[in-house]
């Protein structure tokens, strides 16, 4: 399991994904879920991509 976030460059809460940020959502979510799957969520957590990089990165352009 990689859990990451993808967001678009500049956006206002780019601050927001870091580890902490979210453990603290994954407690706030609407679907509930228990403590072992909520470790493993946080465990494999690798930051944040732009959309902008992956679009560079993969010679893809994403619609507007």
């Keep these: 399991m990689i859990a990451f976030y ?3 460059k500049g956006c ?3 601050g927001h994904c870091t580890k902490a940020y979210l453990e603290e959502e994954l407690d706030n979510e609407t679907i509930k879920k228990d403590e072992v799957t909520k470790q493993k969520i946080i465990d494999s957590f690798y930051g944040y991509t732009t959309w902008e990089d992956i679009s560079r990165a993969l010679l893809i352009s994403f619609p507007k």
Excluded: A, G, K
Aim: proline letters at 0%.
């Design 6 to 8: 993808i967001v678009e």
């Design 12 to 14: 206002s809460y780019e």
